[in-house]
């Protein structure tokens, strides 16, 4: 499977700035996806970052909220905008090599004060 | 929303015990996997399946995807400490559009010495 690597793993954030994810792939993959848990809660897939377009998002997430870059078929960035308490959760990217063969990075604990 | 069920949301058991959590949908499922969450960690995927009535073991885990594709369930056998943390079932939706996974609530194991 493939080993991805994620920063940051955690950071303390004040209200009302932003923070960007960087999701790091050993290998080409074609489906890279973002996915959020609330503390105690399961995940909750934010948006499928496409490759050369923009990106898919879920009922409940827009761009403006969580913009998504895939520059290449090994990166991508989830950037949460003008951030506030309750986006204080773990973020996740994940990749599908194929044959639904799903592995996640080990994610990015966020606290905002 | 979360479209499928997972319980029991939590166990508390003695080691060497075995154990058993399912999943349930009013939805059919293409595939069904398993994942284990340590503190701090992403998912780990711990056995996938993809064809109904498909049983599959791995160690001392065993999953079977249900013949209506409604359900899958994992046991574990003669648990030990490490088997600490939180389990989630996913699926993959039959009339969903590209690879995108739906997860289960978690069920929390907490496995006594």
């Known amino acids: 499977s493939a080993v991805i690597s994620q920063k940051p793993s955690r950071d303390i954030c004040q209200r009302g700035t932003s923070l960007t994810i960087q999701c790091q792939v050993d290998?080409?993959?074609?489906?890279m996806f973002w996915y959020r848990q609330q503390p105690g809660q399961s995940l909750t897939l934010i948006a499928t970052?496409?490759?050369?377009?923009?990106?898919?998002?879920e009922s409940g997430f827009v761009i403006d909220k969580f913009p998504i870059s895939r520059p290449n078929l090994t990166f991508s960035t989830l950037t949460v905008s003008n951030m506030s308490p309750e986006d204080s959760s773990i973020y996740l990217c994940s990749v599908d090599k194929g044959y639904v063969d799903y592995t996640f990075g080990s994610g990015t604990r966020l606290t905002v004060v | 929303g979360q479209q499928l069920n997972q319980s029991p949301q939590s166990m508390f058991i003695q080691e060497g015990e075995d154990v058993s959590m399912n999943c349930t949908s009013s939805?059919?499922?293409?595939?069904w996997l398993w994942y284990k969450q340590d503190p701090g960690e992403g998912p780990v995927l711990l056995i996938a399946?993809?064809?109904?009535?498909e049983l599959t073991s791995n160690g001392r885990l065993t999953a079977q995807f249900g013949i209506t594709r409604k359900d899958s369930f994992l046991n574990i056998s003669a648990s030990i400490p490490s088997d600490v943390g939180i389990y989630f079932c996913a699926g993959q939706l039959q009339e969903t559009s590209g690879s995108r996974l739906t997860f289960g609530e978690g069920t929390q194991l907490t496995v006594n010495p």
């Open positions: 939805s059919i499922f293409n595939t």
């Open positions: 970052a496409n490759q050369g377009s923009e990106a898919t998002y």
């Open positions: 290998s080409q993959v074609t489906m």
């Open positions: 399946l993809y064809k109904a009535g």
